[in-house]
């Protein structure tokens, strides 16, 4: 953390960033979509990320469902759910 209201996050995404939620339980918690074909969790806190999972295009948004679910939807039009605590299932294209 570099200031009140800034942070540094290591292992950041290889292409530009589409998007950026905190989840909606508690603004430890980050999720990221980006070009790259990738999103990414991140605890800012404790300057890590906790996860990440690949879709086969660029990722255009994600979002959290819950605490604990996120979806992703890319240039290809297929949607992703993933249970932050398991594993992913494709949901539609």
Known sequence: ????????????????????????????????????CTVRLYDVGGNTMRMKYQHTAPVLDCAFYDSTHSWSGDLEAQLKTHDLNTDQGVLGK
């Open 1 to 36: 953390m570099t200031g009140s209201n800034e942070y540094k996050l290591n292992q950041t995404p290889e292409d530009g960033i589409s998007a950026v939620k905190f989840s909606p339980s508690t603004a430890q918690f980050l999720l990221v979509s980006s070009w790259d």
